[in-house]
């Protein structure tokens, strides 16, 4: 088991990761053409990725139950399906 600190430091990458997607994506959004959208649309998606990393690794450390983690993961894919849908109707 890793020191509280340690725990403490997944919790806080586990929060950027999250706030990241949807900044990534209103910031894309805000530049006002299509090919920043599509590279911070893909920026978010890649924090999505990062996400799920960080939480098997909450798994894996004992932090996270894995029946909790499959409920996230299941959100987790259905945002990846939704990123993924609008970057290819945007030609991505």
């Known amino acids: ?3 509280d600190g340690e725990r403490f430091g997944l919790i806080a990458q586990l929060r950027r990761c999250g706030i990241d997607v949807a900044s990534s994506s209103a910031r894309g959004y805000g530049a006002g053409n299509k090919a920043d959208y599509l590279w911070f649309l893909k920026s ?12 098997l690794f909450a798994v894996e450390f004992g932090y996270l139950a894995r029946n909790d983690y499959d409920e996230v993961k299941t959100e987790l894919d259905e ?3 939704v990123l993924a849908g609008l ?3 945007l030609g991505g």
């Open 87 to 89: 970057i290819r109707s």
């Open 44 to 55: 978010a998606r890649g924090e999505l990725y990062k996400l799920d990393t960080q939480l």
């Open 1 to 3: 088991m890793l020191p």
């Open 79 to 81: 945002c990846e399906r």
